[in-house]
């Protein structure tokens, strides 16, 4: 899996939206680009995954430019219970492969 | 929606035994996964297994680990001698394509 960089932590407000972004610059042709997403004492859980230009589903967005080389993640208007840790990935065949996490994004949301 | 199940939610033993922790994987996926995560730390892949074979497993999983599907529903994971340092958060995984699934954790403390 490509080696990826996320901010250590980020702080925001109930109702704002937050954009983590993940540098990838060794990404391969065929990686895709996987967030999870981890609450306290509990196991990672699936985002969203994409390849190329945008991404949405009913939990957030996925951003990623032409050369391919960062993402983004965007949570429209945070609340409470969206603070956890957010973790990049990028491989392919990451829903049959050992997945490799690194230290992740930790979001704090304040009321 | 299906889910991962794991049983016990802990579990405390003393260094040098052997320890069980069991995996409901969700019933139609057939790739299935063991890893864990140190308190404070990053989650780490153990192993990965497919067709009634391991297909994946990294450093962390020596010879005093071993992966068992003993039936069509369970997925165990045995540590033969405990250690001290085998003191983490245990996740099981299962996948059918694009997502991996993963369970609540068994919380393993050895004294």
């Known amino acids: 899996l490509a080696k990826t960089t996320q901010p250590i932590s980020m702080d925001s407000y109930e109702g704002q939206e937050v954009n983590i972004t993940c540098s990838h610059n060794?990404?391969?042709?065929?990686?895709?680009i996987t967030w999870y997403q981890q609450f306290p004492s509990q196991g990672p859980r699936f985002i969203i995954q994409?390849?190329?230009t945008k991404v949405t589903n009913e939990v957030a967005s996925l951003f990623i430019p032409a050369d391919r080389k960062s993402s983004t993640l965007s949570l429209p208007r945070v609340s409470l219970s969206d603070t956890a840790v957010y973790y990049c990935?990028?491989?392919?065949?990451?829903?049959?492969?050992?997945?490799?996490f690194g230290s992740g994004t930790r979001l704090q949301v304040q009321p | 929606e299906p889910e991962v199940t794991q049983t016990p939610s802990h579990q405390v033993t003393q260094m040098g035994q052997e320890v069980i922790l069991r995996c409901v994987p969700i019933?139609?996926?057939?790739?299935f996964y063991w890893y864990r995560q140190i308190l404070g730390q990053k989650v780490e892949f153990l192993v990965s297994?497919?067709?009634?074979?391991?297909?994946?497993k990294s450093e962390i999983f020596d010879d005093q680990f071993s992966v068992e599907r003993p039936d069509g529903s369970n997925f165990t994971l045995k540590i033969r001698s405990t250690k001290l340092e085998d003191s983490a958060m245990y996740f099981c995984?299962?996948?059918?394509?694009?997502?991996?699934?993963f369970g609540p954790g068994t919380r393993l403390t050895v004294t």
């Open positions: 995984a299962s996948s059918q394509e694009d997502e991996q699934y």
């Open positions: 060794n990404i391969a042709t065929n990686d895709y």
């Open positions: 994409g390849y190329k």
């Open positions: 990935l990028v491989g392919v065949d990451t829903g049959r492969r050992a997945l490799t």
């Open positions: 019933s139609n996926h057939l790739y």
């Open positions: 297994f497919y067709n009634n074979e391991i297909s994946e």
